[in-house]
């Protein structure tokens, strides 16, 4: 229903010979429908999630409490090996042609073949820096002063970054418009995406943007 009422609506305010006053009210009208359409669809059934510490893998202190957990970190582990993988044994294997068969091709082989030894290796280079933005878990002190965040290094080892709540700085704040809400902040210098439903409670995610 509410889709058929947006499409409805759509086709009133774009008819040219409507009044301009009207026009703005039906695109609001619009605006507010597919909001409402969007609200819906997405907490209508709210799947439950569980986070789960891992003290002992990341090396964090037993008195740190766990208030993130990215839930595409099972994603993002995979995809980083494949990619790796895959990359590195495309580089090998035209770099092998090339040495050990130049006499058999042709000047325009050599250069695809070296074309795609070169793209093999920026697709692992460039997969293994986007996957450190993402941070994997968050752990924080009890009184929610010093923080300690989880990330895949460059080479797939879990690395750590510490920062307190005065080091955060929210680079792009999100808005009521976005289907998900998402954020960029600043810790230490280097840049981390978050997403606001991997926090255990809303107010860590106001921390890391600035809010109270």
Known sequence: MWHLSCKRIY?????????????YKLKKQKFLAYAVLQGRIFSSSPKKYSFHPQHKKDNIPKDYILIYENRLRKIIGPARVVSTITGLATAAMCLEYIVNFPETMEAWNIYVVSGTCVFSLFIVVFMNLMFRYYLLRIYASEDSQRFIGVYHGFFGNLKQVKYSSSDLTAIRHPTSQSLQVKCNVYLNGRMFHLRDKDFVLPKYFNMHLGLK
């Open 11 to 23: 086709l009133i305010y774009c008819w040219p010979f409507r009044s301009r006053e009207l026009c």
